[in-house]
Nanobody, 124 residues
Framework: QVQLVESGGGLVQSGGSLRLSCAASGRTFSSSVMGWFRQAPGKEREFVTAIHWTGGRTVYADSVRGRFTISRDNAKNTVYLQMNSLRPEGAAVYYC?????????????????WGQGTQVTVSS
């Protein structure tokens, strides 16, 4: 069975940076999409960014475009989320999502697999 394991969360001051990693095991996701979502207390889980596994096409939420960067290492079956210029409103549990629908990359329900989530805390 496919497993997604996240790492890299932690505490950072406003304006700082973190890099999250998501390692996939069990199978590859060629011709599909890997994504990152986040969920703050009292909020719905929201789309952050996604990348096509083979083609490298990326999509970003307006709230993070220009500050966050998604990338992947196909040989390692790993997806990364580089987060720069973090803001307090960026504090949330961040989730890695796998095997998403290619044409519905911003929709939570289109992803088949999910990581356990990693906490990102941003202090003012």
């Amino acid at each position: 069975q496919v497993q997604l394991v996240e790492s890299g969360g932690g505490l950072v001051q406003s304006g700082g940076s973190l890099r999250l990693s998501c390692a996939a095991s069990g199978r590859t996701f060629s011709s599909s999409v890997m994504g990152w979502f986040r969920q703050a207390p009292g909020k719905e889980r929201e789309f952050v960014t996604a990348i096509h596994w083979t083609g490298g096409r990326t999509v970003y939420a307006d709230s993070v475009r220009g500050r966050f960067t998604i990338s992947r290492d196909n040989a390692k079956n790993t997806v990364y989320l580089q987060m720069n210029s973090l803001r307090p409103e960026g504090a949330a549990v961040y989730y890695c999502a796998g095997d998403g629908n290619i044409v519905l990359v911003t929709t939570t329900s289109s992803y088949k697999y999910w990581g356990q989530g990693t906490q990102v805390t941003v202090s003012s």
